[in-house]
């Protein structure tokens, strides 16, 4: 009996599947059909959403380093065929690359001539960007700007005003413009610099760059250059 069991069992699950198999079929169809749909209909509702929602007006945070300057640079007031002088200020260094004042400086020196000076006294930036001696300075205590490989572009490295001593900014910035049509201040750290008063006051107009989110020095920047006069062109 139980040798016929055995060979009985598999006939009967064989007759019970193929009496179902079509019902088992048709299901599995039926169910691929329905995963088709619902994957197309979300595809369709993705689109949907991107094609309607407006895309976020570009900032200067988020632009691209182009975008940023061409920002900068139409911000910036007419000459009026008088030298103009603009200050790059930040409290941090990572608010305010190198490349910043580098790219701008490259801009504007295809407008006339430009004059950049580094107030970057811990990296002397400049001087290692553009691969130029800085540390040279003749007997009589003179120094003069450093000519770029980039036409009408000058630097004046951070560390002439460590060879120097003193520096009289308001002198250097008024001899710039007789020879410069722009002169550019990098001040990366302002707000530490021990004559960030005098760097403000001299310098009428600035860009100041700080992360939103950081409040404070937003605040400590703004009254620095409100308390000596120095306009703010835009914030980045």
Not at 185 to 211: E, G, M
């Amino acid at each position: 009996m139980g040798g016929i069991a055995i060979y009985f069992l598999p006939g009967g699950i064989n007759s019970f599947l193929s009496s179902f198999w079509p019902y088992l079929a048709g299901g599995l169809v039926l169910l691929c059909i329905l995963v088709i749909l619902l994957v197309v209909s979300k595809g369709k509702s993705r689109n949907k959403k991107k094609k309607t929602s407006t895309p976020a007006a570009p900032t200067l945070q988020t632009a691209k380093p182009e975008k940023m300057i061409q920002s900068i640079l139409q911000t910036l007031p007419q000459k009026n065929g008088q030298s103009q002088t603009l200050l790059l200020a930040a409290s941090r260094l990572g608010d305010l690359p190198v490349t910043v004042p580098i790219n701008l400086a490259i801009h504007l020196a295809g407008r006339g001539r430009c004059l950049l000076i580094d107030l970057d006294s811990k990296r002397d930036a400049l001087a290692q960007v553009f691969d130029v001696d800085s540390s040279r300075i003749d007997a009589r205590l003179r120094v003069s700007p450093i000519p770029t490989s980039f036409e009408n572009l000058s630097i004046w490295p951070a560390r002439y005003f460590d060879l120097l001593k003193q520096t009289n900014l308001q002198l250097l910035l008024n001899a710039a413009n007789k020879k410069y049509d722009h002169t550019l201040l990098y001040a990366p750290y302002l707000t530490v610099l021990a004559d960030r008063k005098q760097i403000a006051h001299c310098s009428k107009q600035a860009i100041v760059f700080c992360k939103q989110s950081d409040q404070d020095a937003q605040n400590h920047l703004h009254r620095l250059l409100e308390v000596c006069n120095c306009k703010i062109l835009r914030e980045v």
